[in-house]
């Protein structure tokens, strides 16, 4: 399975807005509970949220739960949640065939949302 970035940010803001019910697994429109599952345990693998996976024997990840988000996980939604910084991630750590990874690009947003509130840096 390939690691989609767009899910993994739907993923981040819907946790951040609540839109999960203590208890309920991460779901997508759209999308299978184990593909959500994946992204979650990716989501896990880079400190941004807490939770647990939900397995099945023989058939691997079937879905997730996630508890809270971390305070990384606070910080990089500060970032993803604007479609200018998003888009522009897109264009220069996402792009097709040459990712960076998930730990790259929340280095860089935060890069990003420190330039937004501060300018560039000075030297």
Not at 16 to 42: M, T
Not at 69 to 91: E, M, Q, V
């Amino acid at each position: 399975m390939k690691r989609d970035m767009d899910i993994i940010r739907k993923i981040l803001l819907n946790v951040e807005a609540d839109k999960y019910q203590l208890g309920e697994s991460v779901h997508l429109d759209g999308f299978p509970d184990e593909i959500c599952g994946h992204h979650a345990a990716l989501i896990f693998d880079a400190g941004l949220a807490e939770g647990h996976l939900i397995r099945c024997d023989g058939y691997g990840i079937m879905g997730a739960i996630i508890e809270r988000l971390t305070s990384a996980g606070h910080d990089f939604c500060d970032g993803i949640r604007h479609d200018t910084i998003w888009n522009k991630a897109k264009a220069h750590i996402l792009k097709p065939g040459a990712s960076l990874g998930l730990p790259v690009l929340v280095e860089w947003v935060k890069i990003e949302v420190h330039r937004l509130a501060f300018g560039p840096p000075t030297h």
